[in-house]
């Protein structure tokens, strides 16, 4: 994995599997709020963009404090050891698209968004 990588071909795959993705905020006050693993597209420059329908608590923090931490993760990606099943915590900061390419992309792949979730990873930690 180049250096310049955060997100490493683990954690890819792990998207390419079904598994709840947890989104924790805090800001105004402390926030947790769920997505699926396909729901998310990874850019060329490794952000994270997550169709946002709801996301109006996480949105708020956001606005005061843009740092988040999500959990995520699939049974069916070999972990440490070769264990069945692996995770990951990423940290990064967050912002809501509008308008744009990136917010038509995700509105013609999700209809039902109202805003793109997008997520610059500052590191994506394996934990299994």
Avoid: C
């Avoid at 606005?63 to 990951?88: C, W």
């Avoid at 992309?105 to 968004?113: I, T, V």
């Amino acid at each position: 994995m180049s250096e310049n990588k955060k997100l490493s071909e683990k954690f890819l795959n792990v998207l390419k599997h079904e598994g709840v993705v947890t989104v924790m905020s805090w800001g105004v006050e402390p926030h947790i709020v769920n997505t699926w693993n396909s729901f998310i597209v990874v850019t060329d420059d490794e952000r994270l963009l997550i169709p946002a329908y709801g996301f109006r608590k996480t949105e708020r923090n956001v606005n005061v404090n843009n740092k988040i931490k999500l959990a995520l993760g699939s049974r069916e990606v070999v972990g440490y050891k070769d264990y069945q099943g692996t995770g990951f915590v990423v940290t990064g900061t967050a912002r809501y698209i509008r308008s744009g390419d990136e917010f038509d992309y995700m509105k013609e792949k999700f209809p039902f968004l109202t805003r793109v979730f997008e997520v610059t990873v500052e590191q994506a930690k394996q934990m299994l």
